[in-house]
């Protein structure tokens, strides 16, 4: 079982990740992790932050000579902004010079935070609830791609849409229908999405969108927009319908969902197949050659609950970023007069960074089950455990209906 706890507030000195659980002998080398960070910070429309920043990891323990020691593994990305907030933020005696915060942003955490920890100053809210802490997250993350790479299984993500502006010709469509290169590889279409500066797959929707992204901000307002995150790689038979927690896809929909302005998930066709007819839904199964396949991926690589060897297709939407440099209406909880919101620094657009947490995200929870169904404490273990699985699996269901 792994698992990783994150700590540290956006301002605060620095991010810190533990991760607990891989098997020894696994590499790790921190430039992989780096180029993950650096892509997390990447997209066009983020705000002035990500110019102070210049996110990079320091192993600080559970690795040596760039091995995994299968001991907990301790990751500590700086907040260079810290030395900015030295006073704002101390963890020693509260400076006399600090104004508090009263007036709560419209979809941020700053309410209900304020209301549930019982804070008389929002700024409490604001630091952990900022989604800064998705860059552990992608560390993390980096460690359980190190790990999926010993089984060939990858993991790629492009931005969809951003105010509602999509491509022509949907790559989505594409996965559903299984029209895709031989042997793809679902990190192809990160490296693809990655050459643009807003993530999409198509030029001509790259423009309209930087378009308008530049007018929207010209209006001190933000967008959101839809991400689709693809694994592929995956054996038949990670995650079981035997019951509701042990389903690949219930982690899996926690898991994007658990991402900062995330306010819907997708497994496969999702929604839009509640609206098909079952037989222009379901994926029919034929036999070529020796093997049985499905003819398309409606389904997003799961059914059942359990993986079926054929890319994982999940889509996320994000809401637009809740700091608005045009703000609309809230309250002063000092006067309890009504108000317009406070402005702040901030993004305006970051569905492009929220693509690639999503990969972190998708990759944890494969790993998770990959981790449950092969165990072993070194990966030579994990190794041996998943080919004696993948081997056999195909004679042993031809064999067990004769
Ligand atoms: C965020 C607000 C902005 C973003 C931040 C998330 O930060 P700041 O308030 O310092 O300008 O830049 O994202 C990051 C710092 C990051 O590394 O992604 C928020 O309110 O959620």
Not at 229 to 241: E, K, M, Q, R, W
Not at 247 to 266: C, H, P, Q, W, Y
Not at 295 to 317: D, F, L
Request: charged share 25%; glycine share 8%.
């Amino acid at each position: 079982m792994i698992r990783f706890l994150t700590a540290g507030e956006s301002h605060g000195k620095a991010l810190t990740t533990i991760v607990e659980g891989f098997p020894s002998n696994l590499k790790i080398e921190k430039n992989y992790i780096d180029f993950h960070l650096k892509r997390r910070q990447m997209g066009y429309g983020r705000g002035g932050r990500m110019k102070i920043e210049s996110d990079s990891v320091e192993i600080l323990s559970g690795i040596r000579f760039q091995k995994t020691l299968g001991s907990p593994i301790s990751l500590l990305i700086k907040n260079n902004d810290w030395e900015n907030w030295t006073d704002k933020m101390t963890p020693g005696k509260r400076p006399g010079n600090i104004e508090n915060i009263s007036i709560p942003r419209p979809g941020h955490a700053d309410l209900v935070g304020s209301g549930k920890y019982n804070f008389n100053d929002i700024r409490n809210s604001i630091e952990r609830s900022s989604a800064r802490e998705t860059a552990a997250r992608v560390a993390a993350g980096s460690i359980a791609r190190s790990f999926l790479q010993n089984f060939r299984i990858t993991i790629g993500s492009f931005v969809e849409s951003i105010g509602n502006i999509y491509p022509a010709d949907n790559f989505l469509h594409k996965l559903f229908n299984n029209n895709l290169p031989f042997n793809f590889d679902a990190w192809q279409l990160a490296e693809d999405a990655d050459r643009s500066p807003v993530r999409v797959l198509e030029k001509k929707q790259e423009e309209k969108i930087i378009r308008k992204i530049k007018s929207v901000k010209k209006k001190g307002d933000t967008l959101g927009g839809t991400f689709v995150t693809v694994a592929s790689g995956l054996p038949l038979g990670l995650g079981s319908f035997v019951h509701y927690d042990k389903r690949l896809d219930t982690e899996i929909a926690a898991a994007i969902m658990s991402i900062n302005a995330v306010k819907g998930v997708e497994i496969g066709t999702g929604f839009s197949s509640a609206e098909a007819l079952g037989s222009k839904s379901h994926d029919q199964i034929i036999k070529e050659g020796n093997n049985i396949i499905r003819k398309t991926n409606r389904a997003g690589g799961i059914e059942g609950g359990i993986s079926t060897g054929m890319p994982v297709i999940v889509r996320g939407a994000m809401k637009p970023i809740a700091t608005l440099i045009s703000p609309i209406a809230t309250v002063d909880l000092s006067t309890m007069k009504n108000i317009l919101a406070r402005r702040e620094r901030s993004d305006f657009v970051a569905v492009p960074a929220c693509a690639v947490i999503s990969e972190s995200m998708l990759a944890w929870v494969i790993a998770k089950f990959m981790l449950e169904k092969f165990g072993g404490d070194s990966i030579e273990e994990t190794k041996d455990n998943y080919n004696s699985y993948t081997k056999k699996l195909n004679n042993r269901i031809k064999r067990n209906f004769r």
